[in-house]
């Protein structure tokens, strides 16, 4: 099974396109919704820690790690924390255009 098609030619090793590996300065092909596309083929998915999805978020390092009854906080209260939250770079966006459209700055 191929790991993901593409339209078009190969630059270099056509047994490597779709595969998410190639060469710098390599085409990036059409990516078609009926094949699987992954930049490594392997039966393992690691889920993302908590400090990776703060940081995505924009948070500063665990930022959701509060104490619990003495004792650090578990992963699913973190990711239920950052899942119910807004990102932050996004949340300041809104909030510098809203002040700018409201003239607070210019």
């Not at 098609?5 to 056509?14: C, E, L």
């Not at 990036?28 to 908590?50: C, F, I, N, W």
């Not at 924390?81 to 300041?92: D, E, F, L, Q, T």
Request: proline residues 8%; hydrophobic residues 35%.
């Amino acid at each position: 099974m191929e790991a993901g098609a593409r339209t078009g030619k190969s630059t270099d090793d056509p047994r490597r396109a779709g595969m998410g590996i190639g060469c710098p300065g390599d085409v990036m092909y059409t990516l078609q919704a009926g094949k699987e596309h992954a930049v490594g083929v392997s039966s393992d998915v690691r889920r993302l820690t908590p400090r990776e999805c703060e940081r995505l978020q924009g948070f500063p390092d665990d930022y959701t790690a509060v104490p619990y009854r003495g004792r650090p906080a578990a992963d699913s209260p973190r990711y239920k924390a950052i899942g119910n939250s807004m990102a932050v770079p996004v949340m300041r966006w809104i909030g510098a255009r809203i002040a700018f459209v409201d003239g607070l700055t210019t």
